[in-house]
């Protein structure tokens, strides 16, 4: 089970301030186990952004109240899995900014005119747009990089094992025209779907690049994991949009919520859930009820069904009459399981909370 403190004393002290904060609140178990153990991606983006803020505002709470039911759910089917592509799927080997060089020598121009990341235009021509002289220098700069584009080793055995589960893969990025073609020449027939921010007039973190990249892809929003390695556009982006993410953090920094959610190597990004050995206490939880949940209602039911015959045996008249109807509407779902989960689940959490407050 990780680690579920923060390591650097500054963060382990706002921490403490949020952590409190939540516990003394209504549902306040609900939210800690939550905000302590954030491995929907949501609760993440949602911990994260209260221990950077410092304080805990009520949206935010309502939103962690809200990711902290859904935990009782199961999981969404992925029908599709989304990379982004630099620093997740590919790297620059010499990086260059030939369009940031570009844009440095006519700022006021380029605030006017639409982003080389949302039309399709090349580096000339979006100099000549600015007013600037054919960027002869600025071409060798981008020529060098995308000579040196290069995949990260794990990248095609990643897209491989997506494919391999029948589940749509997706390249899904914020990049410029020039960029595109080096990028679909090593990856090939692997992608089944490219949503790049040039072609689409949209980019990351808009809730547009994903509304048209789910539509595209043919699935649900909550359907889709994006897997990416920035922060903002990758997991705050796919969050608010209704989606799952996974945050590639190749170096291993990633801060104390962004960590239950991160990954190393792609590989581990999909299925939406990391290996055994990262799993939390109320993961493990849940896969024991979820496991055993025949069981466990037939002993949760009889236990109310002998609560609910002990209560008509001692009520009279009206009384009676209600206890004995709450009895029958007990005995319509012996054969419910599912209505038993999520108080299992409840009481598990409950159980583990006190458990650390002891």
């Excluded at 990028?183 to 808009?206: M, N």
């Excluded at 997991?235 to 996974?246: I, L, M, Q, T």
Aim: aromatic content about 6%.
């Amino acid at each position: 089970m990780a680690d579920t403190q923060p390591s650097n004393p500054a963060e382990q002290a706002v921490y403490a301030v949020v952590l409190a904060d939540l516990a003394g609140r209504d549902r306040g178990s609900e939210a800690v186990a939550a905000f302590r153990e954030p491995t929907d991606p949501a609760a993440a983006v949602i911990a994260d952004a209260m221990i950077r803020a410092g304080t805990v505002s009520d949206d935010l709470y309502a939103r962690l109240l809200a990711v902290a039911d859904r935990r009782y759910a199961r999981r969404p089917v992925t029908r599709a899995v989304a990379f982004d592509a630099f620093g997740t799927l590919v790297r620059i080997g010499r990086k260059r900014h030939p369009f940031e060089r570009v844009i440095r020598q006519a700022r006021d121009r380029a605030a006017e005119l639409p982003s080389p990341m949302v039309q399709p235009i090349g580096l000339a021509d979006y100099a000549g747009a600015l007013g600037l002289p054919h960027p002869d220098a600025g071409l060798v700069a981008l020529n060098e990089e995308l000579a040196t584009i290069a995949l990260y080793p794990d990248t095609l055995d990643a897209l491989r094992k997506v494919r391999a589960d029948g589940v749509k893969v997706a390249v899904a990025s914020n990049l410029a025209l020039p960029y595109a073609a080096p990028l679909k020449a090593l990856l090939g027939d692997l992608v089944d779907v490219w949503h790049l921010s040039f072609a689409e007039g949209a980019i990351k973190p808009d809730r547009a690049f994903y509304g048209s990249l789910t539509a595209k892809l043919g699935c649900e929003a909550d359907e889709l994991l994006m897997v990416g390695d920035t922060w903002r556009d990758d997991v705050v982006g796919a969050v608010e949009a209704g989606s799952r993410a996974r945050w590639v953090d190749r170096e291993g920094r990633a801060s104390h919520a962004r960590r239950f959610i991160a990954v190393r190597e792609l590989a581990d990004a999909y299925p939406d859930r990391g290996p055994a050995t990262q799993q939390t206490e109320i993961e493990l939880l849940i896969e024991s009820i979820d496991a055993n949940l025949d069981y466990l209602h037939n002993q949760r039911w009889a236990i109310e069904a002998g609560r609910l015959r002990h209560a008509v045996a001692n009520a009279y008249g009206a009384e009676r009459a209600a206890a004995t109807q709450a009895l029958n509407d007990h005995y319509d779902t012996r054969d419910q399981p599912e209505i038993s989960r999520s108080v299992l689940i409840r009481d598990a959490m409950v159980a583990v909370e006190a458990r650390r407050r002891v």
